[in-house]
C-alpha cells in the first residue's frame, strides 16, 4: 500500500541548506550590503538552495517510493543515488510515472531565509513538499524558544546576542494545514506542543477558515537532551495535546520519541530514544467534541483564581490573628 506522507523531524533536512527566496526589487537588505554581496550573487545562491532542497526531496521520495514497490514484488529496496539520475536524465517526479507516483508527500522540518529589502527574515519551519519534489507550502514556527532562537529584551541584551553570535529567527505570522489528498494535516515545531493555548488557537483558527485538521503533526529535534527524561516529559506534553484537541498526533523527533498517538491520548506506537528508527502509522480520524476546543484553555486562569483566592484567605487569617 502507498505510503501518503514522509515525515522528517526537526533540523535534519537542512544541512546547511536552507530554503532561501527573495524579494528584493527596492534593493538589498542592509544586513546583505555589509557582507557586500551583490543582488546577482543572492539570486544565484538562492536558487541553488531550493534545488539543493528539490534535489534532496526526490532522493527521499524515490527511496520510500522504490521500497513500497519492493515489498510488494518481494524485491529489495533501491536507493536512488545522484550519479544514477544524473546518467539516466530521469527526474523521480517524470510525467512518465506520474500515474503510479501521486504519493508520497513529504514533510520537513528546515530553515527559511526570506531576503527582503526592509530585512532578512528567518524561520525554523515546516515544509511541505509535493511528490514531485517542489515546495507546496511552509509554516513557520510561531512560538520561539528563548535564548535559543530568539534574545529578549531587544537592545538590553543585544550584546549577549552579538557575543553568541544568535542572528536570531523569527517567528511564524500564519497558521496552516497542508491538505494529504482529502486529509487536512496542521504541524507544530518542537515545544509548540508543550503550549496547550498556542496548539488549541491554531486548531480553533483553522476549523473557523474551514480547514480543520484531522491529524496534528509535531516535528522536533530532541537530540539537545541526549536521551535524558525530557523525552518522556515532551512526549506525555504531546499526549495531552492530543487529548484537549481530540485528534491524533504524530511526532517525528530527531534521537526519539517518534510517536503515534490517538485522540485519547493513547500510545500507539513509539521508537526507542538514541535510536535510528522509523514507524508506520496509520492515524484514525475523531470528530469528538471536546472542551478545549469549545472553551480554549482556561485552566491556567482557574489555577490563577484559585490561587488568587487562597492568597486573599491567607491574608484574611493573618489579619484575624
Not at 557586500?36 to 534535489?55: K, P, W
Not at 529578549?152 to 494545514?177: I, N, Q, Y
Not at 500510545?267 to 472553551?295: F, H, M, N
Request: glycine residues 10%.
Amino acid at each position: 500500500e502507498a505510503i501518503d506522507l514522509i515525515v522528517w523531524p526537526e533540523s535534519t533536512f537542512t544541512a546547511n541548506e536552507p530554503w532561501m527566496e527573495t524579494d528584493i526589487a527596492r534593493g538589498l537588505p542592509e544586513e546583505v550590503k555589509r557582507e557586500q554581496v551583490d543582488e546577482q550573487q543572492l539570486l544565484n545562491v538562492s536558487r541553488q538552495m531550493q534545488s539543493a532542497l528539490g534535489y534532496k526531496a526526490q532522493l527521499v521520495i524515490g527511496a520510500v517510493r522504490d521500497g513500497v514497490e519492493a515489498n510488494e514484488s518481494g524485491g529489495s529496496l533501491r536507493v536512488v543515488g545522484e550519479e544514477e539520475i544524473r546518467e539516466s536524465g530521469e527526474d523521480i517526479g517524470s510525467a512518465e510515472r506520474s500515474t503510479t507516483l501521486k504519493k508520497p508527500f513529504l514533510l520537513v522540518g528546515n530553515d527559511v531565509f526570506v531576503y527582503r529589502t526592509e530585512k532578512v527574515v528567518r524561520n525554523n519551519a515546516a515544509l511541505f513538499i509535493g511528490p514531485d519534489g517542489q515546495l507546496l507550502d511552509r509554516y513557520g514556527k510561531m512560538h520561539l524558544v528563548m535564548f535559543g532562537e530568539y534574545i529578549p529584551l531587544g537592545p538590553a541584551l543585544g550584546w549577549l546576542r552579538d557575543l553568541v553570535g544568535l542572528a536570531g529567527m523569527d517567528a511564524g505570522t500564519e497558521v496552516k494545514s497542508f491538505a494529504v489528498g482529502d486529509v487536512n494535516v496542521a504541524p507544530s515545531i518542537c515545544f509548540e506542543s508543550m503550549m496547550p493555548r498556542v496548539i488549541g488557537w491554531q486548531v480553533r483558527t483553522l476549523s473557523q477558515q474551514g480547514k480543520s485538521p484531522a491529524v496534528l503533526i509535531n516535528i522536533t529535534n530532541d537530540s539537545w537532551f541526549r536521551g535524558s527524561s525530557m523525552l518522556d516529559h515532551h512526549l506525555a506534553c504531546s499526549m495531552l495535546c492530543a487529548v484537549e484537541n481530540r485528534r491524533p498526533l504524530l511526532v517525528a523527533a530527531n534521537t526519539g520519541l517518534t510517536a503515534s498517538i490517538d485522540g485519547c491520548g493513547r500510545l500507539l506506537d513509539c521508537s526507542q530514544r538514541l535510536q535510528a528508527e522509523t514507524i508506520l502509522a496509520e492515524p484514525k480520524a475523531d470528530a469528538r467534541w471536546g472542551l478545549v476546543q469549545w472553551l480554549g484553555y482556561p485552566l491556567s486562569w482557574l489555577c490563577a483564581g484559585i490561587t488568587l483566592l487562597a492568597m486573599l484567605a491567607g491574608v484574611r487569617r493573618g489579619n484575624a490573628t
